[in-house]
C-alpha cells in the first residue's frame, strides 16, 4: 500500500509561479510511475506530466514549456514545478502513482491551485 501526500497549493497571481510536491510513504517508490492530473470545477480530470521509473517526461500540451515534472528517489518525492501561472490552470492537482506490473494505482487527496488576480 502506498500513501501520497500533497503540498504547495495556494493562491497565485497570474504570471506566478507554484511548486507542488507530493511524498509518498512505502516501499519501492523508483518503481513506480509517478504523473501530476488535475480537475478543474465542472471538469474531467486530466493527466498534466508524467515521469516514468528512468525519469522520462511527458506533458499536456498546455503546459509544455511552463511546467516541470521531478523526481526525488531519495525522498520517495515527485515535484511539479509551475511558471507562468495562467487563470485557466486553476484547478485540484492530484498526485498518481501506478506500478503497471503489479496493477497498483493510488492517488492523493489534492491540492487545490488557484490563479487569480
Known amino acids: 500500500q502506498v500513501q501520497l501526500v500533497e503540498s504547495g497549493g495556494g493562491l497565485v497571481q497570474p504570471g506566478g509561479s507554484l511548486r507542488l510536491s507530493c511524498v509518498a510513504s512505502g516501499s519501492f517508490f523508483s518503481l513506480y510511475t509517478m504523473a501530476w492530473y488535475r480537475q478543474a470545477q465542472g471538469k474531467q480530470r486530466e493527466l498534466v506530466a508524467r515521469?516514468?521509473?528512468?525519469?522520462?517526461?511527458n506533458y499536456t500540451d498546455s503546459v509544455k514549456g511552463r511546467f516541470t515534472i521531478s523526481r526525488d528517489n531519495a525522498k520517495n518525492t515527485v515535484y511539479l514545478q509551475m511558471n507562468s501561472l495562467k487563470t485557466e490552470d486553476t484547478a485540484v492537482y492530484y498526485c498518481?502513482?501506478?506500478?503497471?506490473?503489479?496493477?497498483?494505482?493510488?492517488w492523493g487527496q489534492g491540492t487545490q491551485v488557484t490563479v487569480s488576480s
Open positions: 498518481n502513482a501506478v506500478r503497471v506490473t503489479l496493477g497498483n494505482n493510488y
Open positions: 515521469i516514468s521509473r528512468g525519469s522520462s517526461t
